[in-house]
C-alpha cells in the first residue's frame, strides 16, 4: 500500500496509499501507458506491465479481487 511513495513519470503524483483499479487505470491510460502483461504475485495479489511509448516500463500490484490498486512503480 505504497502508491503515494512512488513517482511514474507523466502521472500526477498520487496521494493516497491505494486507489480503486479504476481510478488508477484512468490516470495510467491518461498519461499515455498500454496494459501488455500480467501474473500472480505474492500474496494472491496479481501484477500488471504498463509500457509508455518514452516512459520506462512500470509495473503494479493489485489487490486479489483486481479491486484495489496497491502499489506501481517503474522497472
Do not use: C
Not at 512512488?6 to 479504476?22: C, D, E, F, N, Y
Not at 496479481?46 to 500490484?61: A, D, G, L, Y
Request: charged share 20%; net charge positive.
Amino acid at each position: 500500500m505504497t502508491l503515494d511513495k512512488h513517482t511514474i513519470q507523466g502521472v500526477s503524483p498520487i496521494l493516497s496509499k491505494t486507489l480503486p483499479v479504476a481510478d488508477f487505470e484512468e490516470l495510467m491510460f491518461n498519461a499515455g501507458y498500454t496494459r501488455i502483461g500480467s501474473a500472480p504475485a505474492k500474496g494472491s495479489r496479481i501484477k500488471f506491465w504498463w509500457s509508455h511509448p518514452t516512459f520506462p516500463r512500470v509495473e503494479s500490484i493489485y489487490s486479489s479481487d483486481l479491486k484495489t490498486a496497491i502499489t506501481a512503480y517503474h522497472v
